[in-house]
C-alpha cells in the first residue's frame, strides 16, 4: 500500500514538472511575441512593400506561437488543478491541450514541408 | 468518504487516448527530425565539396548589391567554423528528435500495458523538450532585446 501511495507521487511528481515547464515555456512565448513585434515593428523602414512582408511574416509565426503557448498554459492550469482537486474531468482537459499542443506542432511541419516541396518544385520547373 | 484521488487509480480512458494521440503525434516529429538531420547532412556535405564556388558568386552577388555588402564578409568565414555550426545544429536536432521518439515510445507503452514507468517516462521526455525549447527561447529573447536596442 505504502509503496502504490509513492508511486502515485512519482506521477503526480512528473506531471507537476512538465506542466511546471510548459508554463516557463509558454510564458517566454509571450514575451518572444511581444519583442518580434516590436522588432518587426521598427526594423520595416521606410520601404512600405519591405514592412509590410516583414509585419505579414511576424504576425503569421507569432500566431503560431501564441496558439502553442495558450495550449501548454491550458496544459499547466488544468494540471495544477487536477493534481490539487483529484478532479478527472481536469485531467482530461490537461491531456487535450497535452495532446494538441503536439498535434499543431505535426501539423505546422506538415504544412511548411508541403510549402517547400512546392517551391522546390516551381524552382526545378524555371531552371528547366 | 473520502474522494479517491485520481493518481491512486487509473486514468480515464479519454486520458489514455490522449496520450495515445500525443505520443503519435510526437513519434511522427521525432521521425521527420531524423529525416531533417539527414536533408542537413547532405545540403553541407554538398556545400563542403562546392565550398570555392559557393563564396566566389556570394561575393559576386555582394559586390553586385550595396544592400548585401556584409556578405563578403563570408569570404574571410573559415570552412572549420562552418563544420563546427552544422555539428551543433545536428546535434540539437538528433538531441530533439530522440526526446520526441521517447515521449512517443513511452505513450504508446502506457496506452497498451498501463505501465507506471511509462507514464513517468513520458512525461519526463516532455519535461526535458519544454526545458530546452524554454532555454532557446530565453536566448531568442535576449538576443531579440540587443536587436531591438540597436535598431533605436
Known sequence: MENESILSNQKKEALQECAKWARFYAIASFVSVAINLLSAVFSGGSNPLGMASVLFITVLGSSITIASAILLYSFHKHTTVAIESGDNHSMDRALYNFRWYFGLMGIILIVAFSFVCIAMFFLNLAAA | ?152
Open chain 2, 1 to 152: 468518504m473520502e474522494e479517491q484521488s485520481i493518481f491512486n487509480t487509473e486514468l480515464s480512458d479519454l486520458s489514455k487516448n490522449h496520450i495515445l494521440s500525443a505520443a503519435k503525434w510526437s513519434r511522427f516529429l521525432g521521425i521527420v527530425g531524423l529525416i531533417l538531420v539527414v536533408i542537413v547532412l547532405f545540403i553541407s556535405a554538398s556545400m563542403l565539396i562546392s565550398w570555392e564556388e559557393i563564396i566566389d558568386s556570394l561575393s559576386t552577388v555582394a559586390s553586385s548589391n550595396p544592400a548585401l555588402e556584409q556578405l563578403e564578409q563570408i569570404e574571410s568565414l573559415p570552412k572549420s567554423l562552418f563544420l563546427v555550426a552544422v555539428l551543433l545544429i545536428i546535434a540539437i536536432i538528433v538531441f530533439m528528435a530522440i526526446l520526441y521518439l521517447r515521449v512517443g515510445r513511452n505513450g504508446v507503452s502506457y496506452y497498451s500495458s498501463n505501465e507506471e514507468s511509462a507514464f513517468l517516462s513520458t512525461f519526463r521526455s516532455a519535461k526535458t523538450l519544454f526545458m530546452v525549447y524554454a532555454i532557446f527561447t530565453v536566448i531568442g529573447i535576449a538576443v531579440s532585446i540587443i536587436q531591438l536596442f540597436a535598431l533605436l
